[in-house]
């Protein structure tokens, strides 16, 4: 079972486990996700649809549970940041309920977020992070922080064979087109030739992970030993500044958009880079696909969605 299977990511974990001979139950409430990232696998034997909240408990039988529920963006989790908790908390609080009573092993997507705005760089997995638990990003920061207690806690209490990633930063097509990240913001803005919106100086960094890599890493991770429980960082080592991003964008669009600089959001982290050791050493598991080669999918995905 994929929860968050109709969003961005967990429809490529969901391809991937489908080419692997997996049979897959799809949950999503589609706030965020949208029915047009699973259209392809409709009538798909091995591939079934749900819609349901996983804020409200679940009764399925399944083998594996990759917890993927949660709006991800800040346009999407500041739009109703309650609800957002919750999905977080509730939602691992249920899953975490199913899992126990199948005895399956379960996953959980944690974030880079849960670093905050870090003052250890690169961040490693033993980093606490330095979060502000009352700002406009904490619904997602702190549930996200919340859902890795519950997950930890189920597999003391209750022996649960868990497997936590900690993301960073993700891209490529499915991304939806009008969820504030910077990879969708830049292309868009492009793509229809508006000014590029950069904030601050434009030299915050982070690190550009592509969809296919991540799930790989999601995978791996699930396939290791069970006292394997993680966090693992799962991300591109590889950093760029803001404004490095634009350019490259505005180079491989062909576009004439202009840079604008605007005031930097609150609490917006102004470096996120994973130390990945650990997912090289468990895993076996390293980033593959260069920034401009998995740009250049993603451009041609945003640019079919607005000629389609």
């Known amino acids: 079972m994929v929860t968050g299977g109709a969003g961005f990511v967990g429809s490529h974990l969901i391809d991937r486990l489908l080419d692997r001979g997996d049979e897959?139950?799809?949950?999503?409430?589609?706030?965020?996700?949208?029915?047009?990232?699973?259209?392809?696998?409709?009538?798909?034997?091995?591939?079934?649809?749900?819609r349901h909240d996983v804020c409200f408990p679940l009764y399925v039988e399944v083998d594996e549970i990759y917890n993927l529920a949660c709006p991800a963006s800040p346009v999407h989790y500041q739009h109703d940041p309650v609800q957002t908790t919750k999905t977080s908390v509730h939602g691992a609080i249920n899953m975490l309920g199913l899992a126990k009573r199948l005895r399956c092993k379960i996953f959980q997507a944690s974030?880079?977020?849960?670093?905050?705005?870090?003052?250890?760089?690169?961040?490693?997995?033993?980093?606490?992070?330095?979060?502000?638990?009352?700002?406009?990003?904490?619904?997602?920061?702190?549930?996200?922080?919340?859902?890795?207690?519950l997950f930890f806690d189920y597999h003391r209490q209750h022996g649960l064979?868990?497997?936590?990633?900690?993301?960073?930063?993700?891209?490529?097509?499915r991304m939806h087109p009008s969820d504030g990240r910077v990879v969708s913001n830049f292309v868009m803005q492009a793509?229809?030739?508006?000014?590029?919106?950069?904030?601050?100086?434009?030299?915050?960094?982070?690190?550009?992970?592509?969809?296919?890599?991540?799930?790989?890493?999601f995978?791996?991770?699930?396939?290791?030993?069970?006292?394997?429980?993680?966090?693992?960082?799962?991300?591109?080592?590889?950093?760029?500044?803001?404004?490095?991003l634009a350019e490259l964008v505005v180079e491989m669009t062909g576009s004439?958009?202009?840079?604008?600089?605007?005031?930097?959001?609150?609490?917006?982290?102004?470096?996120?880079?994973?130390?990945?050791?650990?997912?090289?050493?468990t895993l076996g598991w390293e980033p593959s696909i260069p920034l401009r080669q998995g740009l250049v999918k993603t451009i041609e995905y945003f640019s079919q969605l607005q000629s389609g």
Not at 30 to 50: A, Q, S, V
Not at 161 to 173: D, H, L, M, S, W
Not at 200 to 206: A, C, L, N, P, V
Request: proline content about 8%; overall charge negative.
């Open 24 to 50: 897959v139950l799809c949950v999503d409430n589609l706030f965020t996700g949208t029915k047009r990232n699973i259209d392809h696998l409709t009538g798909h034997p091995r591939f079934e649809f749900m």
């Open 161 to 173: 064979e868990i497997k936590v990633a900690r993301i960073f930063n993700t891209y490529g097509p």
């Open 191 to 217: 793509l229809n030739g508006e000014p590029i919106t950069l904030y601050g100086d434009g030299m915050q960094t982070r690190s550009f992970c592509y969809v296919d890599d991540l799930v790989a890493g």
């Open 111 to 149: 974030t880079s977020e849960v670093y905050g705005d870090p003052s250890v760089h690169p961040q490693t997995e033993a980093y606490w992070g330095n979060v502000n638990p009352i700002g406009i990003r904490s619904c997602y920061d702190e549930g996200k922080r919340c859902a890795e207690t």
């Open 256 to 281: 004439k958009s202009e840079l604008v600089f605007r005031p930097l959001p609150q609490d917006d982290p102004m470096q996120r880079k994973p130390d990945i050791t650990r997912a090289r050493e």
């Open 219 to 244: 995978m791996a991770l699930m396939d290791t030993a069970p006292e394997v429980s993680g966090p693992i960082n799962l991300g591109n080592p590889v950093e760029f500044t803001i404004r490095e």
